[in-house]
């Protein structure tokens, strides 16, 4: 039975040991890609479970001889870091806009960048474009003799037609807000990175991750069992498993490359709003509301290169339905922070 296959989590502690879970591939990476891992901005929605995948996967790469893995972040949730701390990953509280504590950092030759501002950037943009520019300036240097993974997104592509196949990696960029237009800097000082140092570099366009206490299909489920209107005007949305992302971003560390390698990463689907409010209003007992009409375009990635590089196997959206729909039923913990993948501004 994969990894997919197995019985949907229903405690916190069950959904946090299924995101963390490495397959092989991710054990073959790491293998690959031999010394410490350092994981920057990793307290995060994502970065505890991908720490601890690295942390998981590492046991059984390396033996009886084992590398070190760090997780740098603020941490603003203790139990975040004591959960890491006592699954044996180093724990590191640091200000990345601090250029001393960036400098103090451990040596790492394997980096897996995450850090940055999203949520907010509305109300703080000036602190959005330091967390996306500043910070990625000041690790690519300290960090400039590593392999880099570096995590950017989808929202740095323009809106598509729905009728085609995504945004690919030769697609110009199209940034629409602070936001992306932050990601976008966020890249180029990597590539720049890749030219002045010889940085290997692999740039990961993610477009969205979920896991069941947030993301696109959290956020319309609750809105389906609240009896809340879903806005269909973003009509169409790509997702993926987050710990097939995690596992993603673990595979691209032995791919990082000068020139940077960039991959989108999500899943291979493009799924409509309205479909998947129906399907999950099916499971819920719930006739969903709707408002707006589906526009003829919307933020889409295709995915091939990620797929004929990694062949991940992912997690099945009706299995993802299935889990969601249960995790909302039944009133478990959310995370409280909606994606705003409604958003056709760039306002988040």
């Known amino acids: 039975m994969t990894i997919a296959e197995r019985q949907l989590p229903r405690t916190v502690e069950e959904l946090e040991d299924r995101l963390s879970e490495p397959s092989d591939a991710t054990?073959?990476?790491?293998?690959?890609?031999?010394?410490?891992?350092?994981?920057?901005?990793?307290?995060?929605?994502?970065?505890?479970?991908?720490?601890?995948?690295v942390e998981r996967a590492a046991r059984i790469a390396d033996g009886s001889i084992r590398r070190r893995v760090f997780a740098v972040s603020r941490f603003s949730s203790d139990s975040a870091a004591?959960?890491?701390?006592?699954?044996?990953?180093?724990?590191?509280?640091?200000?990345?806009?601090?250029?001393?504590?960036?400098?103090?950092?451990?040596?790492?030759?394997?980096?897996?960048?995450?850090?940055?501002?999203?949520?907010?950037?509305?109300?703080?943009?000036?602190?959005?474009?330091?967390?996306?520019?500043a910070v990625p300036a000041l690790?690519?240097?300290?960090?400039?003799?590593?392999?880099?993974?570096?995590?950017?997104?989808?929202?740095v592509y323009p809106l598509v037609p729905v009728a085609s196949a995504g945004a690919d990696e030769t697609t110009a960029?199209?940034?629409?807000?602070?936001?992306?237009?932050?990601?976008?800097?966020?890249?180029?000082?990597?590539t720049l990175a890749s030219k002045l140092w010889g940085t290997r570099v692999a740039i990961m366009r993610l477009n969205y991750a979920i896991d069941l206490r947030y993301?696109?299909?959290t956020d319309i489920a609750t809105k389906v069992h609240r009896g809340e209107p879903v806005d269909v005007t973003m009509g169409h949305v790509n997702v993926i498993w987050q710990g097939?992302?995690?596992?993603?971003?673990?595979?691209?560390?032995?791919?990082?490359?000068?020139?940077?390698?960039?991959?989108n990463v999500s899943g291979g689907?493009?799924?409509?709003?309205r479909a998947?409010?129906?399907?999950?209003?099916?499971?819920?007992?719930?006739?969903?509301?709707?408002?707006?009409?589906?526009?003829?375009?919307?933020?889409l990635t295709n995915t091939a290169r990620y797929r004929s590089l990694l062949d991940p196997v992912e997690t099945k959206t009706e299995l993802l339905l299935d889990w969601v729909a249960e995790w909302v039923r039944e009133g478990r913990p959310l995370l409280g922070k909606p994606t705003h993948y409604e958003s056709r501004l760039g306002a988040f």
Request: charged share 15%.
């Open 27 to 53: 054990v073959a990476a790491l293998r690959d890609s031999p010394g410490d891992v350092i994981v920057l901005g990793a307290g995060g929605k994502m970065g505890p479970t991908l720490a601890r995948m």
């Open 82 to 133: 004591l959960a890491l701390q006592h699954a044996g990953v180093a724990v590191i509280r640091a200000n990345l806009l601090d250029l001393g504590a960036v400098e103090r950092l451990p040596d790492a030759p394997n980096v897996i960048f995450m850090a940055g501002q999203k949520f907010g950037t509305k109300d703080a943009p000036a602190r959005t474009w330091m967390l996306n520019g």
């Open 139 to 155: 690790c690519a240097q300290r960090y400039k003799a590593s392999r880099v993974v570096a995590f950017s997104t989808g929202n």
């Open 173 to 190: 960029p199209g940034p629409v807000g602070d936001y992306a237009a932050s990601c976008v800097v966020r890249e180029r000082v990597f």
């Open 215 to 217: 993301g696109v299909l």
């Open 244 to 263: 097939d992302a995690n596992r993603a971003a673990i595979a691209m560390l032995p791919l990082a490359a000068n020139p940077p390698l960039v991959l």
């Open 269 to 273: 689907t493009t799924l409509s709003v």
């Open 276 to 299: 998947l409010a129906s399907q999950l209003g099916k499971r819920l007992g719930k006739t969903p509301q709707f408002a707006g009409q589906e526009a003829p375009d919307a933020l």
